[in-house]
């Protein structure tokens, strides 16, 4: 088994890392905009739901942008970049969807992002070793697992 990983491995590593910095920005700006314009019976609730769910996003950004630093390469951090890099689809602009289906949307961009996170942290163990990358990676995934559940808790009976 290798433990060390050239430089050229870190460069194809930190490209697989881009998508998934952009995904979590994507659902950091969903989570706030929903923050704000969320409201019915649900308002207190889900107001501080997506402020916590964003300011984790936040530092997870962070972290996955730093990792691809780490390995030589240069982390994207322009909306632009982030919307042709992500495959979450961003709110309409204008559009509020009512609460549950915020909290729905909110459910389902944690989970493609959950199983995409560990598919990539799987090719990452496979084909290069990167045992240290991959398991930030599915610590990661575990959290966002976990917000799936609690968020569709409040629309299943
Ligand atoms: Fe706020």
């Not at 982030?82 to 979450?88: A, E, R, T």
């Not at 996170?117 to 070793?129: A, P, R, S, V, Y």
């Amino acid at each position: 088994m290798k433990t060390t990983i050239n430089d050229e491995s870190k460069l194809k590593i930190a490209e697989r890392l881009k998508p998934i910095l952009a995904d979590q920005f994507v659902l950091y700006t969903k989570t706030r905009n929903y923050h704000w314009n969320v409201i019915g019976d649900m308002f207190f609730t889900l107001h501080i739901k997506f402020e916590e769910l964003y300011n984790e996003l936040a530092l997870d950004v962070d972290e996955t942008a730093e990792r691809i630093r780490t390995y030589g390469s240069n982390a994207p951090g322009t909306m632009s970049e982030f919307l042709k890099l992500s495959s979450l689809k961003e709110e309409t602009a204008g559009k509020y969807p009512n609460q549950l289906e915020m909290a729905k949307n909110i459910a389902n961009d944690y989970d493609l992002l959950a199983s995409r996170i560990n598919e990539i942290g799987l090719k990452l163990q496979k084909e290069f070793g990167d045992e240290i990358t991959a398991g930030k990676l599915y610590s990661i995934a575990e959290r966002y697992e976990k917000h799936v559940w609690m968020l569709k808790s409040l629309f299943k009976n």
